[in-house]
């Protein structure tokens, strides 16, 4: 399972991908206008720090078709690497799907909320659905199922688009969720170190720097085997 960062914070990213196995970031115009920066400039910083092999999906805000496939040809000149146009699942944007795989243009069908709409959206060439985890789950519904169910859905037909779930805000949640058949999930950076955070893990470290301490003092391996 692949891990993205679902963010345009720069440090964050920075820090993030420096200390953790990401494949790449996502991003939405929540995420990005909360950075209140030129776009253009964000994009190229946000590409800067992660180098061109990793994934970068950046959503487009048009609604009608040729719009949508003319801002993802506008982003992808300015990205350029590994990108994914984001494109929400409506009419209009089923068509720029299509158009945009046609250009060849990586393409993740986004604010999925039904197996349905999954199926379509890779029915239209989409090379990744996102369903929306944690906002299902608002509204009494279950993110996970929904995710198992695509995942179901894709086996049965052979079908080669990838589930990129997104909309985490508990462990539990990405738990599940990497159970259920997803291929990659996108997270926020806080939520990075919920994942590793255990407390019988700093126990655990706690009373092996005692009993080392006991025999070896303040030397550490790399001063005993100078
Ligand atoms: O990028 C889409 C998704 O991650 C949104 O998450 O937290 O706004 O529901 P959230």
């Known amino acids: 399972m692949l891990y993205l960062i679902d963010t345009a914070d ?9 200390y953790f196995p990401v494949s790449g970031v996502t991003t939405n115009p929540t995420i990005i206008s909360r950075e209140k920066t030129d776009f253009r400039t964000l994009l ?11 994934m970068l999906h950046v959503q487009a805000t048009a609604t009608e078709a040729d719009d949508i496939v003319r801002e993802a040809e506008m982003v992808k000149n300015v990205v350029r690497g590994n ?17 945009c795989k046609d250009k060849g243009i990586g393409v993740t069908m ?4 039904t197996q349905q ?3 379509i959206a890779a029915k239209a060439g989409a090379d990744f659905v996102a369903p929306y985890i944690n906002r299902l ?14 995942s179901d859905i894709f086996k049965n037909y052979d079908i080669k688009t990838k589930i990129l779930a997104a909309s985490f805000k508990t462990v539990e ?7 259920s058949g997803a291929h990659a999930i996108t997270i926020n950076p806080d939520l990075f170190d919920m994942l590793i955070y255990h407390p019988l893990t700093y126990y655990a470290i706690d009373d092996f720097s005692k009993d080392w301490e006991s025999v070896y003092g303040d030397s550490r391996v790399s001063d005993l085997l100078k």
Do not use: W
């Open 10 to 18: 720069l440090d964050a990213i920075k820090k993030c991908s420096e």
């Open 44 to 54: 190229y910083s946000i590409r800067e720090i992660i180098g061109d092999d990793k």
């Open 83 to 99: 990108f994914y146009i984001k494109i929400p699942i409506t009419r209009e944007g089923l068509r720029a799907a299509s158009i």
């Open 110 to 113: 986004t604010a999925i909320f």
């Open 117 to 119: 709409q999954a199926l």
């Open 137 to 150: 789950d608002n509204i009494v519904s279950d993110g996970v199922r929904v995710v198992e169910e695509i």
């Open 173 to 179: 949640q990405v738990h599940k969720v990497s159970m």
